[in-house]
Nanobody
Framework: VQLVESGGGLVQPGKSLTLSCEAS????????MSWYRQAPGKERELVSV????????NYADSVKGRFTVSRDNAYNAVYLRMSSLTPEDTAVYFC???????????WGQGTQVTVSS
């Protein structure tokens, strides 16, 4: 099983960035795909969840209206489009895959997002 995040980097406040997570080794279409983030000195925080069947998504209040998650089951990939970024969005962003009954839980290595002028 592999989850490989990419797309992180340094971005100015107010700008946008899109993260990607490419998955392999499991039945991607059957899994809940989530994005988490962890800022220095803080606990890991759930950012968004994409459901396997409908592809619908839920978001943390802190990113609602600014972040959009999408998944492509044909390419085993999930994306996080982040807009109107603020310094408070600075964190390491992790991709997570969880089985339909919670029986499996996989993590990527994380990608750093730094929002700074």
């Amino acid at each position: 099983v592999q989850l490989v995040e990419s797309g992180g980097g340094l971005v100015q406040p107010g700008k946008s960035l899109t993260l990607s997570c490419e998955a392999s080794g499991f039945t991607f279409s059957a899994y809940y795909m989530s994005w988490y983030r962890q800022a220095p000195g803080k606990e890991r925080e759930l950012v968004s969840v994409s459901t396997p069947a409908s592809g619908s998504a839920n978001y943390a209040d802190s990113v609602k209206g600014r972040f959009t998650v999408s998944r492509d089951n044909a390419y085993n990939a999930v994306y996080l489009r982040m807009s109107s970024l603020t310094p408070e969005d600075t964190a390491v962003y992790f991709c997570n895959a969880r089985g339909p009954r919670g029986e499996y839980d996989y993590w990527g290595q994380g990608t750093q997002v730094t929002v700074s002028s």
